[in-house]
């Protein structure tokens, strides 16, 4: 019999079975305007193993990036110290602040690069003394103004833990070359070689625009911007990662799971066109663009599904529309795969976001890559996580890791017929979404007439009236709230590393750190300097960031260079599309 | 007889904070109440919030923070309407606002505070009980 009159076969026998046993059921429980499904070859008629999923690290990377889980292997009989997943998002106060924080944390094991996160005025391009910030200097991240700022924090950072050892992350988009500039420019310094620099700036501008909110200048400047650093990492900082983008942000602000693909691919697109405009060779660059987070929802499937399809559509758009040759070109390098998402964390019955984040985490496994259980359960508490909770979650992925047997396997839902025809659906649905954000012009212009920034409000407040309408179910917060239901907490043991006092120091330390900055170092050449900067923006051809070294040395601050930048690439304006 | 003007709601974003998911959701969910919402759009100083709420002569103002900046914020808009004879408008505050901020800001005169998973149907209940009287 030939696969066509199996599943001939297999549709008759599906029709009966309906009727004679799937209806009568569903009808008994009362579920039959949506009974449980149920899946069959007829889903994936065509599947073909090697065009569709192939072999881990190979193209079409449906499985997997990698060839192996990027899981930490216990040796026998070994005790696992220093297996904390080092590089926490954080950054607290004044850059004295953080460098005590990381300190105290290489203590606690946490021995990676930071992972750092700035304080909005330092995203937005503000001086900790311009007073338009006041109130949110040293807030949800570190401030950092000059290259003293870095001087200070990586202070933390010397030793076995040098530049030339670690990797160092910063969430950083709009004035994003200026910051690597600042780095570069201590790294120099220290006499340590460029080559050597490793990490990632997230650079990521486009998803800013659409949903994160910390741009400056308006998206095609912008734009230059990313081809400037493209080229100057290309060229001189081999072992950087030149982003570190996705959709994540995205879907947080209200995306839908098939617009979150096809927006990031949209931007992954632009992105990679700057470099091939630049003149370089896609295979000489792609391997170096890194995806920050993708996904993010309690949809467990489609979770898994989702990233399966990401991985097929990325690899497809660098091989058939870039021509990319090499396979590292076509991989989404990222830490992980699959979790559960921060919006699906709630404020109530919290420690509930526990549960939340482990099945996020299994997903992660199952869908081809290390669990992460994340974010810890107090993230909708406040600001700052609390180390018991950071306890919980790095325990709930090492249990996934070492108790489960779970990642000894790669993409173990390969060939499901159920997995792999939701990842067809979203793959195709996000096609399509793609194709219609290429028709009006691509990410940039897509974000200039307000299309994608409209369709993910549009999508966020459908969720919201299902919410309403508990359509959509949140435990604890639209259903099971009656008053027998009891609110579980934990105490809080351990204080956190980051002092109420600190915080409200912050601010003012930190101008007085930024005042002392300007009276001692050389003005007259932060002046010139910065009259040279206004002449090469104004030369879209000109790679701005040798002059951004330049002035990192001279300790000339983000926002005066930002200001320049202001003054030949206009700041951004358009954003209520309410 | 004189038709019932609606209520009249200004959501702001006070900050350089750019998670506006949850004031756009509740600018489309109050609309649907039969409000009247104008958004400002993100990265407003309290004197911008507060010229925009002047202006439109809204009943309600509705500021949204994600980033920590609420004890800086919040305060600073509901003195500003003070000192110009527009105290009587309803000031409510959502975002990320630890609970132990909640009495501090409500001592300051923010009426209300609505965290994560609040139904917009109850903060639509809480605004029409106790805006100003509507001329």
Known sequence: MDNKDKLAEIKEKKEEWEEKALLPAAKRFGIEKRPTEFHTPLDIPDFDFLRDVGFPGQYPLTAASYPVNLVPRLEKGAKPGGLRRAGTYSGYGTPEDTRDYYRLMAKLMYTGGPNLALDLPTQCGYDSDNEIVEGEIGKVGVAVDTLRDFEVIFEAFTGNLDLDKIATNMTINAPANILVAMYVALAEKRGISLAKLKGTPQNDILKEFISRGTYIFPPRPSMRMFRDSLVFFTESLPAMNINGFGGAHIREGGATREQELAFTMANGIAYLQEGINAGLNIDAFAPRFSFVGFGGSMEFFKEIAFHRASRRMWAKILKERFGAKKSESMRIRSQYTAYSGISTTTKQRALNNLTRSVIGAVAGVLSGGPPLAFPPYDEPLGLGWSLEARQLAEDATRILMYETGMCDVLDPLAGSYYVESLTNEIEEAAWKELEKVEGIGGSVAAIENGYMQRSIAKSAAERQSRIEKREDIIVGVNCFTEEYELDVTTSKMVEHPYSEEKRYDAEKKQKANLAEVKRTRNNREVTRLLGELERAAKKDDENLMPLFVNLAREYATLQEQCDVLRGVFGEWQMDSFV | ?135
């Open chain 2, 1 to 135: 007889m004189e038709k019932e003007r609606k209520i009249k709601v200004l959501i702001a974003k006070p900050g350089l904070d750019g998670h506006d998911r949850g004031a756009k959701v509740l600018s489309f969910g109050l609309r649907d109440q039969g409000m009247e919402v104008i958004y400002t759009g993100r990265r407003q100083s309290a004197e911008q919030i507060v010229n925009s709420a002047l202006q439109e002569d809204v009943d309600v103002v509705g500021l949204s923070i994600l980033s920590g900046a609420h004890l800086t914020f919040f305060p600073k808009v509901v003195n500003l309407l003070r000192e110009n004879d527009a105290g009587d408008m309803l000031v409510i505050g959502g975002g990320i606002i630890p609970d132990e901020h909640i009495p501090i800001l409500k001592e300051k005169g923010v009426t209300e505070i609505f965290g994560p998973g609040t139904l917009i149907k109850d903060i639509g209940d809480f605004i029409r009980k106790n805006v100003r009287k509507i001329a």
